[in-house]
């Protein structure tokens, strides 16, 4: 049974549409082929989390550090992503500007998968697209989960699932 060794939270505004996640070695952007409509894209030290197009809402991001493959929970939308990462630590960004959640260290350097799972959003097709001022603006629920990259494992990504 896996086991959860740490987490760390954030809650923003998506920018450009996306949540950056990145690594403590992270250096330059490396931008996937966004048109594939994935939920998330894995590269060297950084994963992005992709929003629905709609503004005007607030992302909780939740990473988790796993020590092997967690069991699945019930989320609207999952995708799973590899991560390779120089450094043994992540934290959710403003786009590489700040950090916007302390630093989730891992245990070791190296390549991880990275499951995403995405709670609320068919909740905000509901509401209008600007939020009137005064109300709180609702909030999508995203957990990343990470856990080591098994050696025999191939290092390729999984498409996003209902």
């Not at 999508?140 to 498409?159: D, F, T």
Request: glycine fraction near 8%; aromatic fraction near 6%.
């Amino acid at each position: 049974m896996a086991m959860l060794l740490g987490a760390v939270e954030a809650t923003l505004p998506p920018e450009d549409n996306m949540v950056l996640v990145a690594g403590t070695g992270f250096r330059d952007f490396v931008l996937p082929d966004f048109t594939a409509g994935r939920l998330c894209y894995g590269g060297p030290d950084q994963l992005y989390l992709m929003g629905d197009g709609r503004t005007g809402h607030d992302e909780h991001v939740l990473l988790e550090s796993w020590d092997a493959e967690p069991a699945p929970d019930a989320a609207e939308l999952t995708d799973v992503a590899v991560v390779t990462l120089t450094r043994p630590g992540v934290y959710v960004s403003w786009m590489a500007e700040s950090a916007a959640s302390p630093v989730l260290e891992l245990a070791v350097a190296g390549d991880y998968r990275a499951r995403v799972t995405v709670t609320g959003r068919a909740a905000l097709a509901e509401l209008p697209l600007a939020v009137p001022p005064g109300r709180r603006r609702p909030v999508e629920h995203v957990r990343v989960q990470l856990w080591p990259q098994p050696a025999s494992s191939p290092a390729r990504s999984a498409p996003a699932t209902a």
